[in-house]
């Protein structure tokens, strides 16, 4: 004998699907989520949190708009290279050469606009140019014959380091003009106040926008999709937060159009993740590459853009640098650099073993870096305790991530 199921009503199915994508449904969701080892964000916000409780209580000056606007300026250069740090790590990867290849960079503009006089633009190109053909190099390397990244990009370090004190010459340091607009872009250009509340406006009504527009494709496809409420909360969340950021910040110098410029490019790298084939197949080689093989995904092509985007990202990253210090010089794209440009990317959330990250780890994870460094430094401590405490939340960051996979793989079996 058999039992036949009764159909759910329609007005109980549609009180389900609200019960599921209302507030209490992305409650439980946000639970769910966690239990299964997708922490997501969630540790290096209170990581950030903690950070800035700590040194604002151990310095009242911290947290004060003046030096926020700093901390953010100086967190743009190494945020942009970190971002393309997220792109080799997300397929499971490393570049340790970001660093020498930012300091390269920074040593072909200005040895081609001071004493070449060529356009600034031009050598601007040229720079980054030499950034691609290096990025191509790596992927050819690791393509066509095997040598792992870490070995590459290791010489890569050391090489293009030692070409960067040949293209400097004796003098050793090129210093860049105040009136130049690289320099004026890395030091003084900041966002007028107004425009900044129009961004502001913009970026609320583009998670506004966003939200619906995916809601009504989820729906059409006859899928849940979050509740206008949810969509609402966040674009206002977002436009709040936002406005008393600029608010706080424009009681000193505001918002730098380098940060600006930054956030755009983070902005950028998370479309071209989650919008596009490209982007899917990044997580797809770093998840498993050879079930991303077998689905068609070219993956010589994969790595070689990874590192071309990670070459290129560093070369602006040391592009800016040069503004920011108006000078290029032996000691451009040393020092912590590299490391904080990778320990960025890691603290942000991006897994060092491929397939799972994020563009908004480089800002995040940047921000705990610079937000270290610039705490210690107000609190006049030597650099040596920023190394170890750096080191400490690295290693924090990649614990945290280890466990994550190992409750998602345990929540998968069961």
């Known amino acids: 004998m058999t039992t036949t199921i009764p159909p759910i009503p329609t007005d109980l199915q549609d009180e389900r699907l609200r019960a599921d994508t209302g507030m209490g449904g992305a409650i439980r969701a946000g639970i769910d989520r966690i239990r299964g080892g997708d922490l997501g964000f969630l540790p290096v916000i209170a990581g950030l949190a903690i950070i800035w409780t700590i040194f604002q209580i151990l310095n009242p000056y911290f947290l004060s708009s003046g030096n926020l606007t ?157 509740a206008l409420s949810l969509t609402l909360i966040r674009a206002g969340l977002l436009a709040a937060l936002l406005t008393f950021a600029v608010w706080y910040l424009y009681q000193a110098r505001g918002v730098g159009w380098m940060v600006v410029f930054f956030v755009a490019l983070v902005l950028l790298a998370n479309y071209a993740l989650t919008r596009t084939s490209w982007g899917r197949s990044l997580f797809a080689v770093g998840g498993n590459r050879e079930a991303a093989r077998r689905s068609g995904i070219r993956i010589t092509a994969v790595y070689t853009t990874a590192f071309i985007a990670c070459t290129t990202l560093a070369a602006v990253g040391g592009l800016l640098a040069a503004g920011r210090l108006a000078s290029a010089a032996q000691s451009s794209g040393g020092g912590d650099v590299n490391l904080n440009a990778i320990a960025a990317a890691v603290i942000g959330g991006t897994s060092l073993f491929g397939g799972r990250g994020s563009a908004f780890a480089a800002l995040l994870g940047i921000l705990v870096i610079q937000s270290i460094s610039s705490g210690l430094t107000l609190l006049n401590l030597d650099s040596s305790i920023r190394y170890m405490v750096t080191g400490a939340v690295v290693l924090i960051a990649v614990s945290l991530d280890a466990v994550a996979r190992r409750s998602r793989s345990s929540h998968g079996r069961a």
């Open 70 to 226: 700093n901390l953010l300026m100086e967190s743009a250069p190494v945020g942009v290279i970190a971002l393309g740090i997220v792109f080799v790590l997300l397929v499971g990867e490393i570049d340790l050469s970001v660093g020498s290849v930012s300091g390269l960079a920074a040593a072909i503009m200005a040895i081609n606009f001071i004493d070449n006089r060529w356009p600034l633009p031009l050598a601007i190109a040229a720079a980054v140019g030499v950034a691609v053909l290096i990025g191509f190099a790596y992927g050819f390397i690791y393509n066509r014959i095997g040598v792992p990244s870490f070995v590459i990009t290791l010489s890569g370090l050391l090489g293009f380091l030692g070409l960067q004190l040949f293209v400097l010459g004796p003098k050793g340091t090129i210093n860049l003009p105040f009136d130049s607009p690289l320099v004026h872009f890395g030091q003084l250009a900041f966002v007028p106040q107004w425009l900044a509340y129009a961004l502001v406006a913009l970026a609320a009504a583009a998670v506004l926008v966003g939200g619906l527009l995916r809601a009504r494709i989820r729906r059409n496809a006859g899928l849940s999709a979050p």
